[in-house]
Structure formats: structure tokens, C-alpha cells
């Protein structure tokens, strides 16, 4: 008797517990987390004919390929004002990035990524985010997301090890709390950190469909189809029979940065719930649109292989080039800085050929 009322009271201290846990939101603390239930690894996938020839980080690819939820770190719940109100987000920028990124988060805050009123319309930014190192130094990068998140409020992060081959995992999660967090902002820019993304130009774009509520299939970037994965095991791309049996990928868009409408967002979250992870981000959105009957379309304004200069004496860096476009390629952050104020100079002029 005596014993049953002990355990009552644990039991009912426990619930408590939970109860002040559960109200506790962000920042969570890693004892918290610690608690959670960690995904196991698949040791069958070494029976896979072939395994032990496979590289490591395909090794780790197979083992923890079924593993589709991290415990979260970070979280703004309310970027857009809620489920409900979500429409009224018109362009969300989703941007990929690794806790040591942060003078391009910087940047990115200040240029193309700010969270702004445009053209009557608003556009909110959100990074999404692993973990990466160990020890010390994981503590140290989760710390600086964390006093990030403080000022700006701008972060999404889950415990999982933010790598190359992990990519589509993060698309996942985010995918998953756009559903529950954020439904129906119209538009999505999804892409890297690394990009000079004209958002100006996208939100004119997207306001001139003719259909601009994001309710219909939008699918669109730098387009690449007929390709394949690639069996050689010396690309940063290798994708070896035991991960991708099949020749030929679908058509997808360059990950650098696409656009797409809220519906083909939850489209391809709910696809994807049936398809096998597969490493590569980008191929993975275009199975998950093939499997949905949709496809991607291209769009001449991404520049995601570079921009073509006419001439080799041109200036790589005239900001003549940049500013009808709608994204290109691999910026770094000062330039990123200089490029924005240059292409919103008012006195720039361009059109003419002395300019190029
Ligand atoms: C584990 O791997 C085997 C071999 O590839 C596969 O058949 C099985 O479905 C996997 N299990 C899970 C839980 O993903
Ligand atoms: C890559 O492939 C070659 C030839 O098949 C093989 O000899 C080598 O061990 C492989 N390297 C790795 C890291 O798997
Ligand atoms: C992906 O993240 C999980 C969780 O941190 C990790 O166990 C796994 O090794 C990572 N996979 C790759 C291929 O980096």
C-alpha cells in the first residue's frame, strides 16, 4: 500500500514535470534533449550485396536512411504569425546553412534575406540548421545560433549532423514545420547561403502570375534534366546502385535556389513520406514532384552554373549583369554586401553598351 502511494506521487511529479518541460519553449537545454529516444541504426543495411566496398559517409547514409526525426533546438513557431495567418507571408526565404556560417547569415540579414515590406507585400527569412562538430566546439556553434536566435529570431535548428549528405533531411524537417507552422505563405525561395538571390525581382515575378496565391503547382529555377546519378566514387555527387538503383533522375531544379508555391510545398512533404531518403536535396524534390504527377519548369533568371559574360575584359562584378536577374551562384559575403547596394543605387545606369 504503502508502496503503491509512492509510486502514485512519483507518477504525479513526473506529470508535472513533463508539464513544466513542455512550457518551457526555445532555447531548449541539452539535458532536455539528451532524454529524447535516438533513431537507431539499421545494421541490416550491411547485408546490402556490396556494402563493406562502399565509402564511409554512404556507409552512414544507409545506416540512418529511415531516420526522419531530430529533436528540435530551435524553433520560431510564430514567423508567420501563425498557422492561420500565414498567407499573409508572401515570399518565405527557407535558407540552408551550417552553424560556422555566420558572417553569410550576417549578410544575408542585411541584404537580399532582409524581412521586409515589398511592393505591398511582406517577405520573412528563416534559416534552417543542424549541428555540426563535437565536444566543446559543437557547444560553443550551438551557442552563437543561440544568441543569434536572440536578436533575430530567424533560426531553425534540429539535432541532427548538418553534412553534405544530409541535405534532404533537413528539406524534410523543414517541410514538416512549414505544415504545421506556416501552411500557406504563399511562396517559397528555397537555397543556399552562399547565393546572391534578388528578391526584389521574385516577389515582381510572383506577383505578375495569374494566379498569385500560391494555391497552384509552382515549381521553378535553374532546370536540369536527363542526367543520372554519378557512379564514379571520387565525386562529391557519387551515388553508388546500393542508394539509387535507377539510371536516370527525374527533372528537378539546381538546389542553389528555386521557387515554389505553398501547395507544391505540402505536395512534396506528403510524397515524400513514401519515397527513400536520397542524399542529394535537390534530385530528391524532383522524385518527390515526379511522384505527384508535377513537374519542375525553367526559369531563365536563375543563374545557379554562373552567369555567361560576354567578354573576358568585362567586369565579373558590373552590377548591369545582376540586377534583372533572379538568383545567381556562390557570392561571398562582402560582395553579396557591396552588390545589393549597388543594383539599388538609383543613379546606376545601365542599358547602354559602354556600360558592359
Ligand atoms: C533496414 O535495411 C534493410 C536492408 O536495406 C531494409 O530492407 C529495411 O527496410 C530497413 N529497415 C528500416 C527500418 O528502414
Ligand atoms: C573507389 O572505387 C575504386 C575502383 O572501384 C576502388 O578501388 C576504391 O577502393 C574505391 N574507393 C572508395 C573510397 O570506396
Ligand atoms: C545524418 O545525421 C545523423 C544524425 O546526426 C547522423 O547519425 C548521420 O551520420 C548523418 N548522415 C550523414 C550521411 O552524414
Known amino acids: 500500500m504503502v508502496l503503491m502511494r509512492t509510486f502514485l506521487l512519483l507518477l504525479l511529479l513526473d506529470f ?86 555566420y558572417e553569410r547569415r550576417e549578410v544575408l540579414r542585411k541584404t537580399w534575406g532582409e524581412e521586409r515590406l515589398h511592393n505591398g507585400v511582406w517577405i520573412r527569412r528563416i534559416f534552417i540548421s543542424g ?60 537555397g543556399d547561403d552562399d547565393v546572391f538571390a534578388n528578391t526584389d525581382n521574385m516577389v515582381e515575378y510572383l506577383q505578375g502570375l495569374k494566379d498569385n496565391d500560391g494555391r497552384q503547382h509552382l515549381f521553378t529555377g535553374h532546370l536540369i534534366q536527363n542526367v543520372g546519378p554519378i557512379r564514379g566514387n571520387n565525386s562529391k555527387y557519387y551515388i553508388p546502385v546500393q542508394v539509387h538503383e535507377a539510371d536516370s533522375y527525374p527533372p528537378y531544379c539546381g538546389g542553389a ?6 501547395y507544391t510545398a505540402l505536395v512534396i512533404y506528403k510524397m515524400s513520406k513514401s519515397i527513400n531518403l536520397l542524399p542529394i536535396d535537390d ?42 536577374f533572379l538568383l545567381v551562384h556562390r557570392f561571398l559575403p562582402a560582395r553579396m554586401y557591396f552588390m545589393w547596394h549597388k543594383i539599388h543605387d538609383p543613379n546606376l545606369k545601365c542599358g547602354d553598351s559602354s556600360n558592359h
Open 16 to 101: 508535472f514535470l513533463v508539464l513544466f518541460c513542455a512550457q518551457k519553449k526555445t532555447p531548449m537545454k541539452s539535458s532536455h534533449i539528451a532524454s529524447w529516444p535516438k533513431c537507431q541504426q539499421n545494421t541490416s543495411v550491411a547485408n546490402i550485396p556490396g556494402f563493406q566496398t562502399l565509402p564511409q559517409h554512404i556507409k552512414d547514409f544507409l545506416y540512418y536512411r529511415h531516420c526522419r526525426h531530430f529533436p528540435m533546438l530551435l524553433d520560431v513557431p510564430d514567423k508567420c504569425g501563425g498557422a492561420d495567418k500565414s498567407g499573409e507571408v508572401f515570399l518565405l526565404l527557407v535558407i540552408k546553412s551550417s552553424p560556422g556560417n
Open 131 to 190: 549541428t555540426t562538430d563535437s565536444g566543446f566546439e559543437k557547444e560553443r556553434l550551438n551557442k552563437l545560433l543561440e544568441l543569434e536566435q536572440r536578436e533575430h529570431n530567424d533560426i531553425l535548428q534540429w539535432d541532427f549532423s548538418d553534412t553534405f549528405y544530409n541535405l534532404t533531411l533537413k528539406q524534410i524537417l523543414f517541410l514538416e514545420w512549414m505544415e504545421r507552422n506556416c501552411p500557406n505563405a504563399r511562396f517559397l525561395l528555397n
Open 257 to 262: 535556389g528555386y521557387l515554389l508555391s505553398h
Open 283 to 324: 534530385v530528391y524534390m524532383g522524385m518527390c514532384l515526379a511522384k505527384a504527377g508535377l513537374g519542375p519548369v525553367s526559369h531563365m533568371g536563375f543563374k545557379t552554373a554562373g552567369l555567361y559574360i560576354p567578354s573576358k575584359k568585362a567586369d565579373l562584378y558590373d552590377p548591369c549583369y545582376y540586377k534583372d
